[in-house]
């Protein structure tokens, strides 16, 4: 099972920051891998970032390169995004999901997602 979560409002002003949360059960935590996605309204689905757990290395595109920072939280099974100097088009939805070979290429689980919007 993989949940991921706000952990904060939806709705963030331009320039603002938000957390994400992704809690992932179910999987012997250290082999996976585990990815940042968002896909916007009328756009395909992106790749923000990913991390071996078994490294704890997170591995960050372009797409919000320099404005995220991927954790982990092993103990709980869980990785974290946090978002800063949102802008309006960093609204979407937020997925996150697991590859289960620890690649961090081919992720086969993911969470429901959950909505951003960035406007004032």
């Known amino acids: 099972d993989v949940r991921c979560r706000r952990l904060g409002g939806g709705l963030v002003q331009p320039g603002g920051s938000l957390r994400l949360s992704c809690a992932a059960s179910g999987f012997a935590f250290y082999d996976v891998a585990i990815g940042w996605f968002r896909q916007a309204p009328g756009k395909q689905r992106e790749k923000i970032s990913f991390?071996?757990?078994?490294?704890?290395?997170?591995i960050y595109e372009d797409s919000m390169k320099g404005r995220v920072a991927m954790s982990s939280d092993n103990a709980k099974n869980s990785v974290f995004l946090q978002m800063n100097k949102l802008k309006p088009e960093d609204a979407a939805v937020y997925y996150c999901?697991?590859?289960?070979?620890?690649?961090?290429?081919?992720?086969?689980?993911w969470g429901q997602g959950t909505l951003v919007t960035v406007s004032s």
């Open positions: 999901a697991v590859d289960p070979t620890g690649i961090g290429e081919v992720y086969d689980y």
């Open positions: 991390i071996k757990i078994s490294d704890g290395i997170p």
